[in-house]
């Protein structure tokens, strides 16, 4: 997740999910290093490309599309803003 991707008057700490699967090596590897759109089916038909054998594939594309779905967890400028007030006084008082 890039910093340009919220866009406010003062940037926020932000998260995202993401899920790493390991797949065989092949050389169709590369053809599927991409973003897609998390539409039904996508996620498993790009596994069972790479050379898986998912025998509940719909599932596991269900699962990991509901995962990522989630989205960013943000912390909001007042929260941001109460760490600053506790935590600044110690880290310029180390740092000085």
Do not use: C, K, W
Request: glycine content about 8%; hydrophobic content about 45%.
């Amino acid at each position: 997740m890039s910093g340009m991707a919220f866009v406010s008057h003062e940037p926020l700490p932000s998260a995202s999910r993401i899920v790493f699967i390991r797949v065989p090596d092949t050389p169709r590897i590369d053809g599927t290093n991409r973003y897609f759109d998390p539409v039904p089916g996508a996620i498993a038909a790009d596994l069972v490309d790479l050379g898986f054998d998912i025998p509940e594939a719909d599932r596991l594309d269900a699962f990991t599309r509901g995962f990522l779905s989630a989205g960013p967890n943000q912390v909001t400028a007042q929260d941001q803003a109460t760490f600053a007030s506790m935590l600044d006084g110690q880290h310029l008082d180390a740092a000085g």
